[in-house]
């Protein structure tokens, strides 16, 4: 994460980083990088990590919302995209519980030891988060 960390103090416009700190507690609890395309107003939520002793806690759905919140309202995006492993079927339940719909499989696009593992791609859309804002369906 620090070379990430270091590509997005440099170039803010394209990355930004993210920590997700307990507010009570003070603890860290995961990290999120956020790559931007302004000139197409999209962006893309990459290496999102919750750590594995706060997952189940709502920490997932809490970060995903205030990126989605920081890119339509602060960034003025129209879309926001990601890819998950298509075997993390919490991840995807989160994602879709906060908005996104699913797009398509990328078929065996990384290889983990001797397997060949597929994504799911997934995005959101303004209007489609703004639809959910004014039905109060956003936490």
Same mark, same amino acid.
């Given at each position: 994460? #620090?070379?990430?960390?270091?590509?997005?103090?440099?170039?803010?416009?394209?990355?930004?980083?993210?920590?997700?700190?307990?507010?009570?507690?003070?603890?860290?609890?995961?990290?999120? $990088?956020?790559? &931007?395309?302004?000139?197409?107003?999209?962006?893309?939520?990459? *290496?999102?990590?919750?750590?594995?002793?706060?997952?189940?806690?709502?920490?997932?759905?809490?970060?995903?919302?205030?990126?989605?919140?920081?890119?339509?309202?602060?960034?003025?995006?129209?879309? /926001?995209?990601?890819?998950?492993?298509?075997?993390?079927?919490?991840? &995807?339940?989160?994602?879709?519980?906060? !908005?996104? &719909?699913? =797009? !398509? /499989?990328?078929?065996?696009? *990384?290889?983990? !030891?001797?397997?060949?593992? #597929?994504?799911?791609?997934? #995005?959101?859309?303004?209007?489609?988060?703004? $639809?959910?804002?004014? #039905?109060? =369906?956003?936490?």
């Amino acid at each position: 994460i #620090s070379d990430n960390l270091k590509y997005s103090n440099k170039n803010p416009d394209f990355m930004k980083m993210f920590s997700a700190i307990d507010n009570k507690t003070k603890e860290l609890v995961g990290h999120v $990088q956020f790559l &931007i395309d302004k000139p197409n107003d999209i962006a893309g939520i990459a *290496r999102m990590i919750i750590a594995p002793k706060q997952r189940g806690k709502g920490y997932g759905k809490f970060v995903i919302n205030e990126l989605l919140k920081f890119g339509f309202n602060e960034i003025k995006l129209n879309l /926001i995209n990601l890819v998950v492993f298509d075997l993390n079927i919490s991840a &995807i339940k989160c994602y879709e519980n906060c !908005g996104f &719909i699913k =797009e !398509g /499989i990328l078929r065996d696009r *990384r290889k983990i !030891g001797n397997e060949y593992w #597929s994504l799911v791609s997934m #995005s959101v859309k303004k209007n489609e988060y703004l $639809q959910r804002i004014e #039905s109060k =369906e956003v936490l």
